[in-house]
């Protein structure tokens, strides 16, 4: 492997920008992270034990997935107890107890919320069920079949399928926009609101810092019910239903921006609460701005940009950064390139050959984008995507399209801590998934005693974006993006920093419009000042 450096200068004495802005935040998810009582499920003791390996990274901040009661239909966003931990995972103590430890480490603790749906073993909704006439009757979205027997609305569900499942109870439909076993909350219902809002207080009880919200723009849907119109053919394979349409009255009801500014107030009186919400689907963009505008929305917000983009390009770089300038009260983005949803991004962005020269170019341009930077459990070990067949695939969307959708298990693989045990140790029973073999190669402990390794060059790239104002919170400015070689400068005031990357697998000339000159701050793949090896990148102070 070949080394870098990575050198950094102090930051000013006065700093006055919340710790969320420019942080960057470790994605956990618990059932991989580490398992402390060998049933092979990771859990909270798990990830309290191993908190020194995430501190030691220099990140702000971890995000927890979910870890709520819940008959893991969906692995945890099929929330059952929003208050509560499921046992596979610990108690509230044990909870506690990993807050406790993170703070000591100076981490900050967000936690993911999941509002659109519960799961239908919620009491919630196993009241609601029951009557039309019950304290929760609409406390879901219900709805009388058509005359002909049919769904209110043409609207599919994301795993495939209609999204509404006939109940005898209350001879009505529900709505689910995922699985039918995670009915559609009522949020526009004010009494929804405040128990939702009573959650959230919950956790701001119990020390929480932030909160990611999951598939927020699902969270009100059109009374009225309408049709979905057509989606217009966009050359793509179709694999589900729920490709055939636009989506817009299912989802993306103007009403969750009161609901969000609600939200906003109380954690504002918990003082410097991190708000994150996760917003996919075909007006990403719009509502990400709109979620994120002002003072008094959410914080930040990320899609899907990269977390999908079967290529990492220049161009791609330029128009997220694009998307977002600088400007008096436009939202803060946060990015990330691989996620528990997600293929693993090296496995989609490089060949096998190219992994170790593009893992560190990648963490590099990570470690440079204006925004917060999410870093998903073993991004920082350069794992790959792992085949997992289909017998032992637990994943419930990919079951219900195979083979043409890929399973999220290649992603959610359990994390190597230990190259010589037999299963990385990450648990002494057997794992709920296989850790796969290249990945088992990338443990910790082999790449502890590697200075050249990805892990080391982590932490120092982390390292340099801490200390330079220019790279944290710094406005950004795009000096080149044409074929595989990207420029752009980072400025804070008298912080400048210019990043120069070639993201393809030949050399490239140097651009015309970034200076050679400069301090280099960090190099990777043996890239120095006018000079672009394959995979070459730089970041030089100005």
């Known amino acids: 492997m070949t080394k870098a450096t990575a050198k950094a200068h102090p930051v000013p004495a006065a700093q006055e920008l919340p710790w969320w802005r420019g942080a960057a935040i470790y994605q956990i998810y618990p059932r991989s992270f580490c398992?402390?009582?060998?049933?092979?499920?990771?859990?909270?003791?798990?990830?309290?034990?191993?908190?020194?390996?995430?501190?030691?990274?220099?990140?702000?901040?971890?995000?927890?997935?979910?870890?709520?009661?819940?008959?893991?239909?969906?692995?945890?966003?099929?929330?059952?107890?929003?208050?509560?931990?499921?046992?596979?995972?610990?108690?509230?103590?044990?909870?506690?107890?990993?807050?406790?430890?993170?703070?000591?480490?100076?981490?900050?603790?967000?936690?993911?919320?999941?509002?659109?749906?519960?799961?239908?073993?919620?009491?919630?909704?196993?009241?609601?069920?029951?009557?039309?006439?019950?304290?929760?009757?609409?406390?879901?979205?219900?709805?009388?079949?058509?005359?002909?027997?049919?769904?209110?609305?043409?609207?599919?569900?994301?795993?495939?399928?209609?999204?509404?499942?006939?109940?005898?109870?209350?001879?009505?439909?529900?709505?689910?926009?995922?699985?039918?076993?995670?009915p559609q909350i009522n949020a526009h219902n004010p009494a929804v609101q405040e128990a939702l809002l009573g959650v959230m207080q919950f956790w701001l009880d119990r020390g929480v810092d932030g909160f990611r919200i999951d598939a927020l723009n699902f969270l009100m849907h059109d009374p009225g019910l309408r049709n979905n119109?057509?989606?217009?053919?966009?050359?793509?394979?179709?694999?589900?239903?729920?490709?055939?349409?636009?989506?817009?009255?299912?989802?993306?009801?103007?009403?969750?921006?009161?609901?969000?500014?609600?939200?906003?107030?109380?954690?504002?009186?918990?003082?410097?609460?991190?708000?994150?919400?996760?917003?996919?689907?075909?007006?990403?963009?719009?509502?990400?701005?709109?979620?994120?505008?002002?003072?008094?929305?959410?914080?930040?917000?990320?899609?899907?940009?990269?977390?999908?983009?079967?290529?990492?390009?220049?161009?791609?770089?330029?128009?997220?950064?694009?998307?977002?300038?600088?400007?008096?009260?436009?939202?803060?983005?946060?990015?990330?390139?691989?996620?528990?949803?997600?293929?693993?991004?090296?496995?989609?962005?490089?060949?096998?050959?190219?992994?170790?020269?593009?893992?560190?170019?990648?963490?590099?341009?990570?470690?440079?984008?204006?925004?917060?930077?999410?870093?998903?459990?073993?991004?920082?070990?350069?794992?790959?995507?792992?085949?997992?067949?289909?017998?032992?695939?637990?994943?419930?969307?990919?079951i219900a399209n195979w083979p043409l959708t890929l399973s999220r298990d290649g992603a959610r693989t359990p994390l190597p801590w230990q190259a010589q045990d037999e299963q990385g140790g990450f648990t002494t029973g057997q794992p709920w998934l296989p850790l796969g073999d290249d990945n088992h190669t990338r443990a910790v402990d082999r790449q502890e005693a590697d200075p050249a390794s990805l892990l080391h060059l982590t932490r120092a790239l982390l390292a340099l974006r801490k200390a330079s104002p220019a790279l944290r919170t710094g406005d950004f400015t795009l000096l080149h993006a044409a074929g595989n070689v990207l420029a752009f400068r980072r400025t804070a005031g008298a912080s400048r920093v210019l990043g120069v990357f070639n993201m393809g697998h030949h050399a490239a000339p140097w651009p015309a419009a970034a200076s050679p000159t400069g301090r280099v701050l960090s190099a990777v793949n043996g890239a120095a000042p006018g000079t672009l090896p394959p995979f070459g990148a730089l970041l030089i102070e100005e």
């Not at 073993?378 to 997992?388: K, P």
């Open 35 to 182: 398992d402390a009582n060998g049933d092979g499920i990771g859990d909270l003791p798990g990830i309290t034990a191993r908190l020194d390996h995430v501190a030691a990274l220099g990140v702000d901040a971890i995000w927890v997935s979910p870890f709520f009661t819940s008959p893991m239909r969906d692995f945890g966003y099929d929330v059952a107890d929003y208050c509560d931990v499921d046992p596979i995972f610990g108690t509230l103590a044990d909870f506690d107890r990993m807050v406790a430890r993170a703070h000591e480490l100076g981490l900050k603790v967000t936690i993911d919320q999941v509002y659109a749906h519960t799961s239908d073993q919620h009491p919630w909704f196993e009241e609601s069920r029951q009557s039309r006439d019950n304290p929760r009757a609409d406390w879901y979205v219900w709805a009388d079949p058509q005359e002909d027997g049919s769904p209110p609305s043409n609207w599919q569900s994301v795993f495939g399928g209609p999204a509404w499942t006939w109940d005898a109870r209350r001879c009505q439909y529900y709505l689910h926009n995922f699985l039918s076993s995670q």
């Open 229 to 398: 119109p057509p989606a217009p053919y966009d050359g793509r394979r179709r694999t589900r239903p729920f490709d055939y349409q636009l989506k817009i009255y299912n989802q993306s009801h103007p009403g969750i921006v009161g609901f969000i500014e609600r939200l906003r107030s109380l954690c504002d009186r918990y003082g410097a609460v991190f708000t994150l919400a996760e917003v996919g689907g075909d007006l990403a963009e719009t509502e990400m701005q709109e979620f994120t505008a002002g003072d008094d929305r959410l914080n930040s917000a990320y899609g899907f940009d990269f977390l999908y983009a079967d290529r990492l390009t220049p161009q791609l770089v330029a128009d997220t950064q694009a998307k977002w300038p600088d400007t008096p009260g436009k939202g803060w983005p946060s990015w990330a390139f691989e996620n528990h949803d997600a293929p693993r991004a090296l496995s989609r962005w490089c060949a096998p050959q190219d992994v170790e020269a593009f893992g560190r170019m990648k963490a590099m341009l990570l470690a440079a984008l204006r925004g917060n930077i999410i870093i998903y459990q073993g991004e920082e070990l350069g794992l790959t995507q792992v085949d997992i067949p289909f017998e032992q695939i637990q994943d419930p969307e990919a």
